[in-house]
Every structure is written in structure tokens, then in C-alpha cells.
């Protein structure tokens, strides 16, 4: 620290990958303080720390997903002998819901305050902008503040991006309205395809609202596209509709309070349908282009946007970058806690461990959820060449799905593996029940090189989902059919 330097650290922005690396810096000793100001949404939404994960991502999300799984677990458990209701009397009500939520969300924010102050980190409820490479100017409701620090690390994330169409902010929502939204969102539009979307439209659907997506190209870009493909079709099974290769055009308000939304197919077609609520989840950007980057000499990324690093490291020495602001990089908060954690062990504690983005694994909280990690079946061909992969694959039957006849026709699980040795796993993908428990123990192993030999070395627990991965036997190439026996 030189001696003009109030602070070791000084993070921008209080999410996930700022406050973790925040808390560490901390413990290791060093004087930190975290900047966290949320601009409102367009529609004037705002909330409190944490960033998006706990306040408008992950959090209130996966509680969502849950309140639509016990809605359809409600519908099951007469079939196991619960005397309920008809299915047609029993109602959810989404004030109740969002009440819930917003209120499991604030003690969230209570808490994470009382944390900082424990752990000794200076909170400041502040926008930050760069005066210059070693001052970040702290601007409050009561003035400006400049504070000078050794280092600096940006984990400002980013917020939902608006199509530039006429009335999309004026009468559409984004995930940063949905969970707080003051009425429950009947009729709902949800415009992109990408994992926002399909969970919020999963989950609306599931709560009882009548959903629809619209898909611009393909649905889970990115994501291996067979498996995306079954997640789509899950989602129309239960009754989600899909409109394909369509891009919105305008969005009014009728007289009546309906909104209008007017769209085109691919060949040019128009047409238009009303809808309570229309919700944009069409990507998300960098909140870069407000810190003033350019008064640190900060270089963005060929996308103009997102910050491209080395290590973390920004191309200005003592600045640092985490999380969502990171140009191609996945977009997760565990991504954004463990890579800031590290990087201040490396910083002030001596370390020299780096994060790897390899291998990370995700889920989808679809109402069949969709958990993978390592390659899609695309990039393993692109990587390795078709001839050099072996690909099992199965469909399955949870146990628990007999007895309320629910559809299997989905639950399906793919292992991709390289051909040669011991057939090392490349990538593991599951559609079903509690996907993401699962995928995370597998994660794990294939950190610790795992190979179909040892899967199916593996005694699997009986009678789970996870037990599949350890009875996986037919290949691709072979062309055997993939069904269980029934
Ligand atoms: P953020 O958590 O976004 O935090 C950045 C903070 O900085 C914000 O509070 C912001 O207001 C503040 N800020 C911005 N600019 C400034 C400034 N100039 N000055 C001061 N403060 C500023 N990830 C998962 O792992 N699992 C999930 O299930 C999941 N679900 C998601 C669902 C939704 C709907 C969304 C939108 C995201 C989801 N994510 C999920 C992604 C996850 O939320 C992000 O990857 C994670 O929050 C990124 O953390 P971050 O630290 O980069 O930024
Ligand atoms: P994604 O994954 O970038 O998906 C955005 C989706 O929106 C995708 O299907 C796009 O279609 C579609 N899109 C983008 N722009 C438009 C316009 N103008 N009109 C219609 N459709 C459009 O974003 P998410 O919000 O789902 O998630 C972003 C990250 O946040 C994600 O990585 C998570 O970690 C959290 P395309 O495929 O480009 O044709």
C-alpha cells in the first residue's frame, strides 16, 4: 500500500464474486471496502446487497422452481394416498408466493450486512466510477467520496438487456421485476430462449399461468443441443407453448390494460396476441461502460463490453476482474465466489493456485431439470473428432414416477467419453428429478480424471436417479435402442 493509499481493496460491486473475494480479502488481513449501488430497473424495481444471484437470480429462482415442483408433487400425492382436494380446487396464490420470497430475500440482505461488519469490511452503499487508475470515486445519495487503494477489483456483473423494439421497456418485465412483481402475471410472454427464459417460463407454468416462449434460433445456445432439445419438448409435454423463429416487433397497451405484442416468423409473417405479462430474457449485459474505465486505462473486450483477463487481471496491473463481467467465461455465482476467493489468497495471502474454468457444471431448473458438466456432444466432436468419442446414452424410469404415471419420456442421460483406454468422461449430461444433486457428486469425479471404467466400476445407490450413470452400456455408434427394459 503506498502511503497515499487508504486501502488495500476497494471492490465494485457487492454480488456474489465482490463480496466473496471482499470477506477473504479481510480474513487475510487487509483493509477492504465494498461499493454496491443498484440502479432501479425500468420499471423501477430496486433491492438491497448481495448482488443478482441472491436477489433477482439463483435464490428466489430455484424457490420458484420449488413452488411449482410441490404444485405438481400436490397433484402426485393423491395418487400415493393423500386425500386432497380435486386438482381443480386447489389454488396458488402468487402474493403469497412472492411475499415469501421477498421476505426470505431481505433477511438474506440482513444478514450479509451484519456478516461485513463482522468480518470487518466497510459496506458503502455507493455507485463507483474510476476518477483515475488508483481512485474510484464513491457516489452516495449525500455526495461523492474518493478512495484510493492498492488494488481494485470490478465485479459489477450485469443486468438484463431490452430488445429495441417500441414499448419493451415501457411495458415489458425482465428476471428483475418477476419475483417481486406486485400482481400475479397471468397470460405471460417470455422473449428468448436461453436459461432464463425456459426456467421462468417453467416455473410460471407450473404455478398455473398459461406460458409461452418465444425462440428467436435455437433453444439453450450454447448447451448441448440434444439435450436442450429435451428439455424443450418436457417443457411443451407439460403444456409450456413454444414459438419458433420468431422475433418480436412492438409491444402496446390495449385500452382494456392487455398487453399487445406483435411479432414475425422467419418468413416474414406477422402476427399478434394479447398477454398480461411479457417478460424479456434475452440476454444480459456488462455494467461496464459505467465505471469509466477508460480514466484507468482499463481495455474492454472485442465485444466492447465484458473485460478480458489474465488470471483475473485486467491489462492495468492492480485492477482485477470476477464474475459476469468476464468476457467468455460461464456466468455462474460459484464461478464468481471461487474465482475471487482465489485471487485474493493469491494477492495477500501468498497463494499461487489459479482458477480453472474447466469443467464447471450447471443446472437448468426446468420442471425436468437439465444438469451437465464437461463437453457437449458438439464440442466433443469439434475437439476430439466423431471417430474419437464414445457417447452412452439411456433413457430411465424414476421409481417415483410409477405410481402417478408421470411421463418418462424425457428422462434421458448421456455419458461422453474418449474412445480410447479407459475411456476417459469428456462431459455428462442428466434430464430428471434433482439434476442438479446429482451432477455435482459427478463433477467431482470427473475433476478427478473419472472414466467410463470406473463409472461402471461404481456400485450405484438403488433406487435413485444417480444409479444410472453407473449402468450406462449402450453406445451410440452401436444403434441399439436406448430404452429401459420395461
Ligand atoms: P452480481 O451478483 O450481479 O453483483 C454485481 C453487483 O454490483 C450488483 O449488486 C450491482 O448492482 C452492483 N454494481 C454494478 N455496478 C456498480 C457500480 N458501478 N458501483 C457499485 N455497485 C455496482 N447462477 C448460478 O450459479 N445458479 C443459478 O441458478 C443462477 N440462476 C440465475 C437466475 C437468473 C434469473 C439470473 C439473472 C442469473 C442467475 N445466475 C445463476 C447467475 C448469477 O446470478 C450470476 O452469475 C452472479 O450473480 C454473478 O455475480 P457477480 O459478482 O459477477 O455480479
Ligand atoms: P442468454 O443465454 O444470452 O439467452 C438469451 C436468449 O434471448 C437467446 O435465446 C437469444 O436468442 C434471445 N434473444 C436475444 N436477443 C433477442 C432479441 N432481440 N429478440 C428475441 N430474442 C432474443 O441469456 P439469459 O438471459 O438466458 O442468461 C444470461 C446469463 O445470465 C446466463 O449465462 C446465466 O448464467 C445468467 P439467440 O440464441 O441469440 O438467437
Sequence with gaps: KSKHSKYDLVVIGGG???????????????????????????RGTKWGIGGTCVNVGCIPKKLMHHAALLGEALHDARSYGFRLPQPENIKHNWLLLRQAVQNHI???????????????VEYINAFGTFKDPYTVQATTKKGVKSLTSKYFLIAV???????????????????DDIFSLEHDPGKTLVVGAGYVGLECAGFLKGLGFD??????????????QQMANIVMEAMMEKGVQFLHKCIPKSVAKNPNGKLQVKWTNSTGQEFNDDFDTVLFATGRKALTR????????????RDGEKIETVNEQTNVPHIY????????????????IHAGR?????????????????????????????????????????????????????????????????????????????????????????I???????????????????????????????????????????????????????
Design 16 to 42: 456474489s464474486g465482490g463480496l466473496a473475494a471482499a470477506k477473504e480479502a479481510a480474513a487475510l488481513g487487509a483493509k477492504v471496502a465494498v461499493l454496491d449501488f443498484v440502479t432501479p430497473s425500468p
Design 106 to 120: 431481505k433477511s438474506a440482505n440482513w444478514v450479509t450486512r451484519i456478516d461485513l461488519r463482522d468480518k470487518k
Design 157 to 175: 456483473g450485469g443486468r438484463p438487456r431490452y430488445p429495441s423494439i417500441p414499448g419493451a421497456r415501457e411495458f415489458g418485465i425482465t428476471s
Design 211 to 224: 406460458s409461452t416462449i418465444m425462440v428467436r434460433s435455437i433453444v439453450l445456445r450454447g448447451f448441448d
Design 290 to 301: 459505467e465505471l469509466c474505465l477508460d480514466k484507468a486505462g482499463v481495455m474492454l473486450a
Design 321 to 336: 476482474a470476477v464474475g459476469d463481467v468476464l468476457f467468455k467465461k460461464p456466468e455462474l455465482t460459484p464461478v464468481a
Design 342 to 430: 482465489l485471487l485474493v489468497r493469491r494477492l495477500f495471502g501468498g497463494s499461487k493456485i489459479q482458477m480453472s474454468y474447466e469443467n464447471i457444471a450447471t443446472t437448468i431448473f426446468t420442471p425436468l431439470e437439465y444438469g451437465c458438466v464437461g463437453l457437449s456432444e458438439e464440442t466433443a466432436i469439434e475437439r476430439f473428432g466423431a471417430d474419437n468419442i464414445e457417447i452412452y446414452h439411456s433413457y430411465y424410469k424414476p421409481t417415483e414416477f410409477s405410481i402417478p404415471q408421470r411421463s418418462i419420456a424425457h428422462c434421458y442421460l448421456k455419458v461422453i467419453a474418449k474412445r480410447d483406454g479407459q475411456q476417459q468422461v469428456l462431459g455428462m449430461h442428466l
Design 432 to 486: 430428471g428429478p434433482q439434476a442438479g444433486e446429482v451432477i455435482q457428486g459427478f463433477a467431482a469425479a470427473i475433476k478427478c480424471n473419472l472414466t467410463v471404467n470406473a463409472l461402471l466400476n461404481t456400485v450405484g445407490i438403488h433406487p435413485a436417479v444417480a444409479e444410472e450413470f453407473t449402468r450406462i452400456n449402450i453406445t451410440k455408434r452401436s444403434g441399439k435402442t436406448p430404452f429401459p427394459a420395461s
